[in-house]
């Protein structure tokens, strides 16, 4: 079955540096796009940043610059490089996967203190 598995995240001051790792199985991962979302309190679930199977890359407005989403097919995992962090980088950050249906992980918590 499909497990996506995030690790990485925790609290960091503003400005610093946190990569997010997402481990998945059970599925072919070379082919398939991968995502990362986040959901602060209080506010929706927003996309963040996405990556092709050719590894074309696309991100929100507001990590932009910021962010690089990156993959590693021989370790079926995909990456959130984050720099340059604010306080309202503050949430739950999910890796998702949609193959028919939507498959997520259990998330990694990212707080920044200001």
């Known amino acids: 079955q499909v497990q996506l598995v995030e690790s990485g995240g925790g609290l960091v001051q503003a400005v610093g540096p946190l990569r997010l790792s997402c481990a998945t199985s059970g599925f072919i991962f070379s082919i398939n796009t991968m995502d990362w979302y986040r959901q602060a309190p209080g506010k929706q679930r927003e996309l963040v940043a996405t990556?092709?199977?050719?590894?074309?890359?696309d991100y929100s407005d507001s990590v932009k610059g910021r962010f690089t989403i990156s993959r590693d097919n021989a370790k079926n995992t995909v990456y959130l490089q984050m720099n340059s962090l604010k306080p309202e980088d503050t949430a739950v950050y999910y890796c998702?996967?949609?193959?028919?249906?939507?498959?997520w992980g259990q998330g990694t918590q990212v707080t920044v203190s200001s």
């Open positions: 998702r996967l949609l193959i028919g249906r939507d498959y």
């Open positions: 990556i092709t199977s050719r590894s074309g890359t």
